[in-house]
C-alpha cells in the first residue's frame, strides 16, 4: 500500500515531526500576530529556523533531481507525505525551502533552464537566500483558459520587450523576491498551444510596477503575499527566454503536476490537523450534560472527515506514483481528480472543525479559519474545480466510448 512508506520516507517524517514538535507549534500563534502586525516583513525567528532544517538534512525535500548536498532526491511519492506534514502548519513549508511558487519555479529552472540560469537563480533559490514569483493570471481575462493571456513577449534585438498586466502572482510581496516566471504570448499567429512562452525577469528591472498586494478572504498573506502587477515596456536579454518560445505549456505542464500533489498533500495535512482539534475538543466539551462527542451528529462528522481524508490521501499519492513510474502525461487523469477531490474535501472537514469549535473556531486562536481560506483559494488556484472536471470528463467519456461494443 501506499501508506507502507519506505525507509527514508520514515527516516524524514520522524525528523520532520521532531522539528515541528520543537521548533514550529510552539510558534505557530505567535507567528500569526506578528506577522498581522508587521506586514511584508521576515519574522525574526524564520531565517533561524531555515539554518536548523538545513542541518538537519530537511532541505529542498521537494526537488526529484538530486542537486548534490542541495537536495536528496526524493520521488514525488516519497516527498508526497512529507508534504502532509508540512500543512497541518501554514508557513511550515518554507522553513524546510518547500513552499510554493518557489517549488515549481526551481522545478521549472532544474528542468528546463540553461546553466546561466541556473547558476544565476536556481542556485540562490536551493540555498533559500531569494524567493521568487509565478506571473501567469491576468485581471482581463478568463486566465482558467491559459490561451486568454494577453501579455506580449516581443523579440527586439537581443532582448525581449514584455508588456501587460498580472495579479494573483503570488511571492511577489516578500522582500526576499528577485525574479518573476512570466508567462506571455510571443506569437499570437502560432497555433493556439504555441502561441505562450515562459521567460525570467528579475525583480528589480525598470518597468516592472508593484500596483497593490491583494487580500485573498481578508488576509494578504503576508510575507509572501499575492500582487498585481504592471509591466510596461520591460526589458530583459534574449537568454532570459525558458526553453524556447512557444514552449510555455510545455513548461507549464511540467510544472504544474507536482506542484498539484504538494497543494493536495499539504491540504491533506490541514484537513487531518484539523480533524485531530475537533476531536480532542469535542471529548472535552460539556453540553447539554454530556460530552460533544457523545452526539451522533458529531460522530458523524468526525467519521465522515476520517473517510474523506483517506480517500483524499491515497489518491493523491496514487498520482504521486503514477507520476514516478510513468510520467506527467500518463498521471494526467490522476492529478485532475486529486485537484478536484483534496481542495473541497479539505474545506468541508475544516468547515466541521469550525462547526464544533463554536466561537473558538472562527478566531485566531485557532489555526482553523486560515486553514479554511487556504483550502478555498487552492479551489481556485492552479486551475478552478471546473476546468480539472470538465478535461477529466472528456477524458473519460473517450476512454470509454472507444470500448464500445467491447
Not at 112 to 135: D, K, N, V
Not at 264 to 277: N, P, V
Request: overall charge negative.
Amino acid at each position: 500500500m501506499f501508506t507502507d512508506y519506505n525507509d527514508k520516507t520514515k527516516d524524514l517524517l520522524a525528523r520532520l515531526d521532531a522539528f515541528l514538535e520543537t521548533h514550529i507549534y510552539p510558534l505557530e500563534q505567535e507567528m500569526l500576530t506578528w506577522t498581522a502586525a508587521h506586514p511584508w516583513q521576515v519574522h525574526p525567528a524564520i531565517e533561524g529556523l531555515k539554518a536548523k532544517a538545513r542541518a538537519a538534512g530537511l532541505w529542498n525535500l521537494f526537488l526529484p533531481e538530486d542537486y548534490g548536498h542541495f537536495s536528496p532526491g526524493l520521488t514525488n511519492l516519497e516527498y508526497a507525505p512529507l508534504a502532509e506534514r508540512m500543512g497541518r502548519v501554514l508557513w511550515a513549508s518554507e522553513i524546510f525551502n518547500c513552499s510554493a511558487p518557489d517549488t515549481g519555479n526551481m522545478e521549472v529552472l532544474a528542468r528546463y533552464g540553461t546553466a546561466r540560469q541556473q547558476s544565476e537563480w536556481l542556485m540562490p533559490l536551493l540555498a533559500g537566500e531569494i524567493r521568487s514569483a509565478f506571473l501567469m493570471t491576468e485581471p482581463g481575462v478568463a486566465s482558467s483558459d491559459a490561451t486568454n493571456i494577453e501579455t506580449s513577449i516581443v523579440r527586439d534585438g537581443d532582448d525581449y520587450l514584455i508588456n501587460g498586466r498580472k495579479w494573483w502572482s503570488t511571492g511577489a510581496m516578500h522582500p526576499d523576491c528577485r525574479i518573476f516566471v512570466v508567462m506571455g504570448k510571443t506569437d499570437p499567429a502560432a497555433p493556439r498551444h504555441q502561441q505562450q512562452s515562459m521567460i525570467l525577469v528579475p525583480r528589480d528591472t525598470p518597468g516592472v510596477e508593484i500596483v497593490r498586494p491583494l487580500e485573498a478572504f481578508g488576509s494578504y498573506d503576508s510575507p509572501a503575499g499575492h500582487a498585481e502587477i504592471q509591466l510596461t515596456n520591460v526589458r530583459v536579454p534574449a537568454d532570459h527566454l525558458l526553453l524556447g518560445e512557444g514552449r510555455g505549456f510545455e513548461i507549464a505542464q511540467g510544472r504544474l503536476g507536482p506542484g498539484r500533489i504538494h497543494h493536495c498533500m499539504r491540504l491533506i495535512g490541514a484537513a487531518q490537523r484539523s480533524l485531530e482539534l475537533m476531536c480532542q475538543r469535542v471529548d472535552a466539551r460539556v453540553a447539554f450534560g454530556q460530552s460533544l462527542g457523545k452526539f451522533s451528529s458529531i460522530r458523524q462528522d468526525v467519521a465522515r472527515s476520517r473517510c474523506d481524508i483517506e480517500q483524499a490521501r491515497l489518491l493523491t499519492l496514487s498520482a504521486a506514483d503514477c507520476i514516478d513510474r510513468h510520467g506527467i502525461k500518463a498521471a494526467q487523469d490522476l492529478v485532475g481528480m486529486i485537484k478536484i477531490v483534496a481542495p473541497s474535501m479539505a474545506t468541508a472537514v475544516i468547515d466541521r472543525a469550525i462547526q464544533a469549535h463554536g466561537g473558538l473556531g472562527a478566531s485566531s486562536d485557532l489555526p482553523l479559519y486560515a486553514f479554511w481560506a487556504y483550502a478555498r483559494s487552492i479551489r481556485l488556484a492552479d486551475g478552478p474545480d471546473e476546468v480539472h472536471m470538465y478535461q477529466l470528463g472528456r477524458n473519460t467519456i473517450a476512454r470509454y466510448a472507444a470500448t464500445a461494443g467491447v
